[in-house]
């Protein structure tokens, strides 16, 4: 089945700062979520996006999907921003339309 | 905006009790889905579940699980004798359809003791 690798895995960041996170995956995709886990646990959707580019506010995201990855950009980032960011796909090979998820992003925003 | 719904946020049980989870999707959408994060670690696929039946399930949803769709709005999970490896967030989400994006609720907290 398909692989999804994110990448770092930790990253701290002083508030204002900027940062990218990055999402590879194995084989054509044919949904891809990117959540933010709050310290409740909950998993706050962010994008929507298969391929292209969206914009909400100080977040955006961008999937190429012909080279298979996906990238979260984080703008001026605040303390309220810590917490683990995940991805998530499913594809199209296996015929199956389960997400299969990251292991996620634990970013750490310092005030 | 609609959203999924979960009940109970948390839950804590005995070893070899049975639990049932609950969860109110978005009430145009047909396919529905569990799946669990174990404390650090990652969230994993249990089960989807389509037209009344199971679509697919993982490895890990073995005869102690089931799903059910009782009424035509809630959609649960039933864990037949808990073990302690099942503590675990458990997540509901569901989608309108295969090429739409899925929308999560806010999970239950299964702690079994």
């Known amino acids: 089945g398909i692989q999804v690798e994110q990448s770092p895995p930790d990253l701290i960041l002083q508030e204002g700062a900027n940062s990218t996170l990055r999402c590879n995956f194995s084989?054509?995709?044919?949904?891809l979520q990117w959540f933010h886990q709050n310290p409740w646990g909950q998993l706050i959707n962010l994008f929507y996006i298969p391929s292209g580019t969206k914009q909400n506010g100080r977040l955006s995201a961008t999937t190429v999907a012909t080279e298979r990855y996906s990238l979260l950009y984080i703008s001026s980032s605040q303390t309220t921003d810590s917490g683990v960011y995940f991805c998530a796909a499913d594809t199209l090979t296996s015929g199956t339309y389960k997400y299969i998820f990251g292991t996620g992003t634990r970013l750490k925003v310092l005030a | 905006e609609p959203e999924v719904t979960q009940t109970p946020s948390h839950q804590v049980t005995q070893m070899g009790q049975e639990v049932i989870l609950r969860c109110v999707p978005i009430?145009?959408?047909?396919?529905f889905y569990w799946y669990r994060q174990i404390l650090g670690q990652k969230v994993e696929f249990l089960v989807s579940?389509?037209?009344?039946?199971?679509?697919?399930k993982s490895e890990i949803f073995d005869d102690q699980f089931s799903v059910e769709r009782p009424d035509g709005s809630n959609f649960t999970l039933k864990i037949r004798s808990t073990k302690l490896e099942d503590s675990a967030m458990y997540f509901c989400?569901?989608?309108?359809?295969?090429?739409?994006?899925?929308?999560f609720g806010p999970g239950t907290r299964l702690t079994v003791l």
């Open positions: 009430s145009n959408h047909l396919y």
């Open positions: 989400a569901s989608s309108a359809s295969l090429n739409n994006e899925q929308f």
């Open positions: 579940f389509y037209n009344n039946e199971i679509s697919e």
């Open positions: 084989d054509s995709v044919n949904n």
